[in-house]
């Protein structure tokens, strides 16, 4: 089964917010000095932001789930020709109905945060099935 991610994952829309409060917050602290000049916040808010947009365009496309287990596609190779990179070695994770994919391939490492606001309930299940099926092989 291949599943299509959506364009926008919980995790980055959550990482988009916490940038966006800490160029306010920070900003707002600097207004209380009135010696010190505006506009660290904006340029911390910023660069934040420069860096997740940066990590959006090495973010996967889609994730397959079959039996010899869970890997992505990341953006930008051509029509799928390129081998899939196996994501659920032993820095994957489940935390609770969520599962984060770690990989590491020719182009670098990377890590995804899978919520069920983002994958279907049975895609998800099949995920986190095989990061068990992972640790039961490695661990036991």
Do not use: K
């Amino acid at each position: 089964m291949t599943v299509e991610l959506p364009a926008r994952l919980l995790a980055d829309r959550v990482t988009w917010a916490l940038a966006l409060a800490c160029a306010v917050a920070i900003e707002v602290a600097l207004a209380r000095h009135p010696g010190l000049l505006p506009g660290p916040g904006l340029a911390a808010g910023s660069l934040l932001l420069l860096w997740q947009w940066l990590r959006l365009r090495r973010r996967p496309s889609r994730v397959s789930i079959g039996p010899e287990g869970v890997s992505v596609q990341l953006r930008g190779q051509p029509g799928g020709a390129s081998a899939a990179v196996p994501a659920t070695g032993p820095r994957a994770r489940v935390l609770g109905r969520s599962a984060v994919l770690h990989w590491r391939g020719a182009d670098g490492a990377g890590t995804l945060w899978l919520t069920p606001a983002d994958l279907p309930r049975d895609a998800l299940r099949a995920i986190r099935v095989h990061i068990h099926a992972g640790r039961s092989a490695v661990g036991g």
